[in-house]
């Protein structure tokens, strides 16, 4: 299994920027697709961006494109989740997620087992 915990979460005003960092324990490997989901009180959880540690290929759900880069520091076991140009919308409690295959259909959560605890994210006007 893998263990995932996140860090990063914060409040900021719009426009601002935060990084989230989830790092990685356990037995994972090239495979895996880790990916980043958010969830609002009260909506359903949808996919925010993955990436396949293996091949550093990267998926972005629409509104993340442009303003959000997914990355990974082998070294440190780690995936980054950068966010810029933060709106009052992206306020969610994020969580990221591992996965023993490939990052096709990636954003289906349902489809991820290990779960960190989450980071809130707080942005204001």
């Known amino acids: 299994q893998v263990q995932l915990a996140e860090s990063g979460g914060g409040s900021v005003r719009t426009g601002g920027s935060l990084r989230l960092s989830c790092a990685l324990s356990?037995?994972?490997?090239?495979?895996?697709?880790i990916a980043w989901f958010r969830q609002i009180p009260g909506k359903v959880r949808e996919g925010v961006a993955a990436i396949s540690p293996g091949a550093g290929t990267t998926y972005y759900a629409d509104f993340a494109k442009g303003r959000f880069t997914i990355s990974q520091n082998n070294a440190k076991n780690t995936v980054y989740l950068e966010m810029n140009n933060l709106r009052v919308e992206d306020t969610a409690m994020y969580s990221c997620a591992a996965r023993g295959r490939g990052c096709a259909n990636w954003w289906d959560f349902l489809d991820f087992l290990q779960w960190g605890q989450g980071t809130q994210v707080t942005v204001s006007s």
């Open positions: 356990g037995n994972f490997n090239s495979r895996n697709c």
